[in-house]
């Protein structure tokens, strides 16, 4: 079991609907020669049909995670993936909730719970995605917005060892804008210290997030790593926040 705690940085690469068996060969040639420090926990995300293949091409101080799976277990739920063939595929980390599957497959707080019992349950750690749209930031809203989406999808029994929560504000994402540093580093005090029964978790920041920003973002207080789309999918790109 991977203890979470030990690591001073956490960062996640989430390749989306990307990659294939000659991206994967060629990616992993140049990541795998940079060395990545014992205090960072560097993990990749690709299409879940490219897991093994990714697993048998990465350097094994990375680990590989998976970009959503099924609130079911087994049965009959076509296309679904379920926790524990994730499990079997050498996953050791899943990210849920991120606001791409909340706005474009629908899925709520309640699917999110569901699954992140399921991953506990086969030793996965959930990375839990939460954000607020541009709408609700100008309106004020953040806060409440992030403190709602915590309580209603994180599972009530769970703790700071068995998740990692990633605050991805939906109008940062693919844009090439940020929040200011002084304001994620705001929420991010807010995450960890703001709601009772889920404080001190881990809290990633995501959202365009580039080889030239991530050093600035990472060394803010509160903020224990990144989620990296975009610039995760350049090899070059992702080994330099590796080592920001
Ligand atoms: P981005 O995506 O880095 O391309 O903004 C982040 C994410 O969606 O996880």
């Known amino acids: 079991m991977i203890e979470i705690n030990k690591y001073d940085k956490i960062i996640v690469a989430n390749w989306k609907l990307n990659g294939s068996f000659a991206f994967i060969k060629d990616y992993f040639k140049t990541l795998n020669s ?3 420090n014992s205090n960072v926990c560097g993990i990749i995300c ?7 293949n990714c697993y048998l091409n990465m350097d094994k101080s990375l680990f590989l995670g998976s970009q959503d799976c099924s609130n079911y277990k087994n049965g009959a739920y076509t296309g679904d993936i379920s926790s524990a063939m994730l499990k079997d595929n050498d996953c050791k980390f899943c990210i849920v909730g ?5 706005q474009l497959f629908s899925q709520k707080n309640i699917d999110i719970m569901e699954k992140s019992n399921n991953l506990i349950q086969e030793g996965i750690k959930p990375i839990i995605c939460i954000g607020e749209t541009l709408e609700e930031k100008k309106n004020g809203n953040t806060e409440e917005i992030l403190k709602e989406q915590v309580i209603n999808s994180i599972p009530d029994n769970s703790s700071n060892c068995d998740i990692i929560i990633a605050y991805e504000p939906i109008w ?3 844009t090439g804008l940020t929040p200011s540093i002084d304001e994620i580093n705001k929420i991010h005090y807010f995450l960890k210290t703001g709601i009772e029964k889920y404080q001190n978790f881990k809290i990633l920041y995501g959202g365009s997030v580039k080889s030239n920003n991530s050093s600035e973002i990472m060394n803010l207080d ?3 790593g990144v989620l990296v789309g975009g610039s995760s999918l350049d090899p070059v790109e992702f080994s330099k926040i ?3």
């Open 34 to 36: 940079t060395t990545i």
């Open 46 to 52: 690709p299409p879940s049909s490219y897991l093994q």
């Open 98 to 102: 991120h606001s791409e599957r909340r």
């Open 172 to 174: 940062a994402i693919g």
């Open 222 to 224: 509160y903020v224990d």
């Open 242 to 244: 590796l080592n920001a």
